[in-house]
């Protein structure tokens, strides 16, 4: 997607500590929404009062989703993205009530970390598109 800088703000999260594929999921959720609605959704998850419809072998929840969890910690992630995502709209000037939020994520680089046994851990890039 080509950005155009004078219509569209954007913000990028690098090697956020979330699951990409539960990332990719949230940005389904939350995509052609407002900002306003996105971040009051978001909460409701943190609240476990919606669950995000996600993709694989998961249990039902209530409504007439197939499979849903209540991931906190991505939601609190994006939470701060589209905080930071409104104040760059703010910034270049657009009416943040109009903008459309659109996501992608991407599998980070996932370094080795430990002393004697060595893990790794989730990462994730995030860019959240508001036009």
Known sequence: MKIEKET???VHGK????SNRQSIDVCRFIKDK??????KLLNDVIKEKIAIPMRGELPHRKGAMAGGRYPKKIALHFIKLLKS???NALRK?????KLK???MA????RPARGG???RKFKRSHVTLIAK
């Open 8 to 10: 569209m703000a954007v």
């Open 15 to 18: 090697d956020l500590p979330i």
């Open 34 to 39: 407002s900002i306003d609605e996105s971040l």
């Open 85 to 87: 995502l409104s104040s």
């Open 93 to 97: 000037n657009l009416e943040v009530t």
């Open 101 to 103: 939020v659109h996501g």
């Open 106 to 109: 991407n599998t980070a680089s």
């Open 116 to 118: 004697r046994f060595r």
